[in-house]
């Protein structure tokens, strides 16, 4: 799959749902669209791991950085 933007991603497989709902489509295209909405699953569920690491590297690196000092 080609780097987009989460974004796209998740507005893509929104409009892919909304088609797959319609049920006016005939099953060889309801596959093939359920096969890119997998995909476009997947891109995001990826995307969202990532981010959820990078946020968790930053609260780790903020907990170090913060001391508490003794004020007694």
Partial sequence: MKKIKFEEALKGLEAI????ETGELDLEESIKLYEEGIDLSV???KQLTQAE?????LIKKLDGDIQVV???
């Fill in 17 to 20: 749902v909304d088609k797959l």
């Fill in 43 to 45: 891109y995001c569920q």
């Fill in 53 to 57: 690491g990078k946020i968790q590297r």
């Fill in 70 to 72: 003794d004020m007694e």
